[in-house]
C-alpha cells in the first residue's frame, strides 16, 4: 500500500537538509526508525500488538541528493516477520523542500509492504493502513523535532517535549 505524510518545520531548506545529512552518518535516523516502528506496531488491532508479528531489523538510507530546490533521501527499512523470514516492510523517499525563506515542507513518499500469506491474513487492510499511517507520522515527527531542535544530547528514539 501506499504511504505518504508531510509537515511544515520552521526552519530553512538549508539547515534542514545539513541537519538531515547529519542524522545519516551516525545511528540516529536508525533510532528514530525503530522507536516509529514501534509505536505504529503498538497500535495494531483493538487489542493492542500481536507478539512476534515483525521487528524492524535493518534500516538503509542513501545519501541525501539534490533535486532542484529539494533534498531527497531514499530509505528502506526491513522486517522480519514470525517465521523470521525478512521481507521489505518499506521503501521510501524523505523530501525536504523550500516553504519561504524560514520553512520547509518535511515529506515522506513511499510503498509499504505488509506480511504475505499467513503471516498476515488477520489484518485487515484498514488496520493496516492506519499502522502505517501511525508509523509515518511518529516517524517524520522525530525528524522535524530533530530537524528544527537539534540537541545533541536528545536521541531521535525520544520526541521533543510539547511546547505549550
Do not use: C
Request: proline share 8%; aromatic share 4%.
Amino acid at each position: 500500500m501506499f504511504v505518504g505524510d508531510e509537515m511544515q518545520v520552521q526552519v530553512s531548506a538549508v539547515a534542514a537538509a545539513a541537519r538531515l545529512a547529519s542524522l545519516i552518518r551516525g545511528s540516529s535516523l536508525s533510532r528514530a526508525s525503530r522507536a516509529a516502528w514501534d509505536e505504529g506496531i503498538a497500535r495494531v488491532g483493538p487489542a493492542g500488538p500481536v507478539p512476534g508479528l515483525s521487528k524492524l531489523v535493518r534500516v538503509q538510507v542513501l545519501p541525501p541528493v539534490q533535486r532542484g530546490a529539494a533534498t531527497v533521501l531514499a530509505l528502506r527499512w526491513e522486517a522480519t516477520g514470525p517465521a523470521g523470514r525478512v521481507f521489505p516492510a518499506l521503501d521510501a523517499t524523505i523530501t525536504l523542500l523550500p516553504d519561504g525563506e524560514q520553512a520547509t515542507l518535511l515529506g515522506l513518499e513511499g510503498v509499504y509492504r505488509p506480511p504475505a500469506g499467513a503471516a498476515g491474513a488477520w489484518l485487515d487492510r484498514t488496520i493496516l493502513h492506519r499502522v502505517a499511517a501511525a508509523t509515518i507520522r511518529s516517524f517524520l515527527h522525530r525528524i522535524a523535532d530533530a530537524i528544527t531542535d537539534p540537541i545533541p544530547a536528545r536521541t531521535l528514539g525520544e520526541r521533543a517535549p510539547t511546547r505549550r
